[in-house]
Nanobody, 124 residues
Framework: QVQLVESGGGSVQAGGSLRLSCVAS????????MGWFRQAPGKEREGVAS????????YYTDSVKGRFTISQDNNKNTVYLQMNSLRPEDTAIYYC?????????????????WGQGTQVTVSS
């Protein structure tokens, strides 16, 4: 059974930090890429970061570069998203995803498996 389970969301003030975790089933983690997406109310789902689990190469959307870090623990089939210097505009539901990704890493259609999402709220 393919599963992705996120945790670590919450409410913080601007400038604060959160770390999201995504525990994946073996089948999901073998999908080559693990990514984090977010969706704010009234907006489209946006690719935040992704990592090639076999080699560790990571990708970020411009708005989070230098603030967010995606990492992996292959022994635990887990991907993390460390979020520092959070801003109110980072407020969204954050989703973990897994996929083969033959196109653009930030294209949600490239990911086959999705978690249930975790809410991140940043207040000013």
């Amino acid at each position: 059974q393919v599963q992705l389970v996120e945790s670590g969301g919450g409410s913080v003030q601007a400038g604060g930090s959160l770390r999201l975790s995504c525990v994946a089933s073996r089948a999901a983690y073998s999908s080559r890429y693990m990514g984090w997406f977010r969706q704010a109310p009234g907006k489209e789902r946006e690719g935040v970061a992704s990592i090639f689990t076999a080699g560790g190469k990571s990708y970020y959307t411009d708005s989070v570069k230098g603030r967010f870090t995606i990492s992996q623990d292959n022994n635990k089939n887990t991907v993390y998203l460390q979020m520092n210097s959070l801003r109110p505009e980072d407020t969204a539901i954050y989703y973990c995803a897994a996929g083969r990704v033959y196109g653009y890493w930030y294209n949600a259609n490239e990911y086959n498996y999705w978690g249930q999402g975790t809410q991140v709220t940043v207040s000013s």
